[in-house]
């Protein structure tokens, strides 16, 4: 149990696209979803705390207009980044919460990850 | 003072023997505690959590969580080289999970 996908793993984009990136719990309901960037021999940074139906908690630093995250249902949450520069790639990773028999509410669960590619 | 304190590493370890890890946390309220392991270029998957003080064993790893001094270790017996990777110890403090920076385990055959 407790298994997170991510969507799509890889993208390469061109540079003042945007580009949305999936993340589902497949097996349990995430009552909260957290969104991380993680470049190149670095530690995790939190970009922001979603909880599902609403708004995102952004953490200082990230421009909530420019990473639009969308907590819709229960499974899904999606990340956009809008209008992405170079700078903008990394290793996107989401992970979750939730409630689903046995399953600790406080456990984060990762999903595999999206590696974004701005050219 | 960081939340969550690990040693960076790369701490080197021959197979067979004994990784210890250990980490730190500033927050005597912190509830619930996480090991991690990151492989280069994925995503963390959970080893362990562990909530009370004492230890808790789960197959070669064990964590140790002692809330009076504010520390929490993972030991891992029997060190494959599989085993090398970043290692982060997570805190919920007061809702909120604070990551460390991780330790890097070398297993070295």
């Known amino acids: 149990g407790a298994v997170v996908s991510q969507h799509p793993s890889r993208v390469i984009c061109k540079s003042g696209t945007s580009v949305k990136i999936e993340c589902r719990s497949l097996?349990?309901?995430?009552?909260?979803m957290f969104w991380y960037r993680q470049f190149p021999k670095q530690s995790l940074m939190l970009m922001a705390t979603?909880?599902?139906?609403?708004?995102?908690?952004?953490e200082q630093g990230v421009e909530k207009d420019k990473f639009l995250i969308n907590h819709a249902s229960l499974t899904l949450s999606t990340l956009t980044v809008t209008s992405a520069h170079p700078e903008d790639s990394s290793f996107y990773i989401c992970s979750a919460t939730g409630l689903a028999g046995g399953l600790s509410t406080d456990t984060q669960y990762f999903g595999p990850g999206t590696r974004l590619t701005v050219l | 003072q960081k939340e969550v304190e690990q040693n960076s590493g790369p701490l080197s370890v021959p197979e067979g023997a004994i990784a210890s890890l250990n980490c730190t946390y500033s927050?005597?309220?912190?509830?619930?505690f996480f090991w991690y392991r990151q492989y280069s270029g994925k995503s963390p998957e959970l080893i362990m959590s562990?909530?009370?003080?004492g230890d808790k064993e789960d197959g070669r790893f064990t964590a140790q969580l002692n809330k009076a001094s504010q520390y929490v270790s993972l030991l891992i017996r029997d060190s494959q080289p599989s085993d090398s990777a970043t290692y982060l110890c997570?805190?919920?403090?007061?809702?909120?999970?604070?990551f460390g920076a991780g330790t890097q385990v070398v297993v070295t055959p």
């Open positions: 927050d005597r309220v912190s509830q619930s």
């Open positions: 562990i909530y009370s003080n």
């Open positions: 997570a805190v919920n403090r007061r809702g909120k999970f604070q």
């Open positions: 097996d349990f309901q995430a009552t909260t």
């Open positions: 979603s909880n599902e139906g609403s708004k995102a908690t952004y």
